[in-house]
């Protein structure tokens, strides 16, 4: 039998982490990408950006496209968190997931160019509730991984707390901002930046962690692998007599064969 739609484009999705996501900085706004030119963090109403509308402020182009009325909610002009983003949480394909919008508040969240040192991105020892093996970052005191943070609000990240499954999945931790280089800011250190990582570590192979080939870095000495072929090393490891795609679809959250693939990744792929 022939796999449906639905089963391909689950497979897809799950092979296409961490997903496609501008070089630079950005602003991404209720589903739109517009590249950043310059930030104001004191009033994020005057963050210039470039659109197809044209170049200007972000809150004079926000009263164009929804009006007075909507763009003047203050909710998008708040304080801001900053979070690091190593996986696919800059991703505009992810961030549409997780803030579809629709309650009348414009969903703004500024995602700007990072450097972080002496951290790698690897993956992680475990699966995404859609089957992809996700990031997190693992101590290296000679690695360097070009990166993202995001700027959310308290709102937005109280959502993506549970879009991560805070606690069980993830967990939320304080990074030394001196590690951390942003594009778009003067300086970094003396900022508070938190970063997700894994409850369950690093994802090993041959007792190493193994690093995001999607992810520009270096310095980790680490093997790195992109997510289709992370995948095919998992795959033969925990279900060899499975077709590929079938393995994969088997993994989505509430699939038979998810049970199966955690507890091969416990006894194989979790340090001791």
Same mark, same amino acid.
């Given at each position: ?13 799950a ?5 496609e996501?501008?070089? &630079?900085? !950005?602003?991404?706004?209720? &589903? ?16 210039? +950006?470039?659109?197809? $509308?044209?170049?200007?402020?972000? &809150?004079?182009?926000?009263?164009? *496209? @929804? ?5 003047g909610? %203050?909710?998008?002009?708040? %304080?801001?968190?900053i ?5 696919s949480?800059s ?11 629709? #309650?009348g +508040?414009?969903?703004?969240?500024? +995602? ?10 690897? @993956?992680a020892?475990a ?7 996700p990031?997190t ?11 993202? +943070?995001? *700027?959310?609000?308290?709102?937005? =990240? ?6 991560e499954?805070?606690?069980? /999945? ?9 590690? =951390? ?9 003396? *900022? /508070? ?12 192979? #041959? ?13 980790? &000495? ?13 795959? #033969? *490891?925990t279900?060899?007599? =499975?077709? !590929?795609?079938d !393995?994969?679809?088997g ?10 693939t955690? /507890? $091969? ?8």
């Amino acid at each position: 039998m022939s796999p449906t739609p639905d089963r391909r484009e689950a497979v897809r999705f799950a092979l296409a982490y961490p997903f496609e996501k501008p070089q &630079g900085s !950005f602003v991404w706004a209720d &589903g739109r990408v517009l590249p950043l030119d310059t930030l104001d963090l004191g009033n994020l109403g005057d963050t210039r +950006v470039r659109s197809p $509308a044209g170049n200007g402020a972000l &809150g004079e182009l926000m009263s164009a *496209l @929804y009006g007075d009325e909507r763009a003047g909610q %203050e909710e998008w002009l708040d %304080e801001r968190v900053i979070v690091l983003a190593h996986g696919s949480n800059s991703a505009p394909e992810r961030l549409l997931q997780k803030f579809p919008g629709g #309650d009348g +508040v414009p969903e703004i969240v500024p +995602v700007l160019k990072a450097r972080i040192d002496d951290w790698a991105v690897v @993956y992680a020892a475990a699966l995404s509730g859609y089957a992809s093996i996700p990031a997190t970052i693992e101590p290296v005191d000679t690695a360097s991984a070009e990166v993202h +943070v995001t *700027l959310l609000t308290r709102r937005q =990240l109280e959502i993506m707390n549970a879009t991560e499954d805070l606690g069980v /999945e993830y967990d939320l931790h304080r990074i030394d901002s001196s590690l =951390l280089y942003l594009e778009d800011l003067h300086a970094s250190s003396g *900022l /508070e930046v938190d970063a997700y990582i894994s409850c369950h570590g690093a994802m090993r192979m #041959d007792g190493k962690p193994v690093a995001l080939a999607a992810v520009p870095q270096s310095g980790h &000495g680490f093997q790195a692998l992109a997510q289709p072929d992370m995948q095919k090393r998992l795959h #033969d *490891l925990t279900a060899p007599e =499975l077709p !590929f795609d079938d !393995f994969v679809a088997g993994n989505i959250k509430g699939e038979a064969g998810r049970a199966r693939t955690l /507890e $091969a990744i416990a006894r194989h792929c979790r340090s001791e």
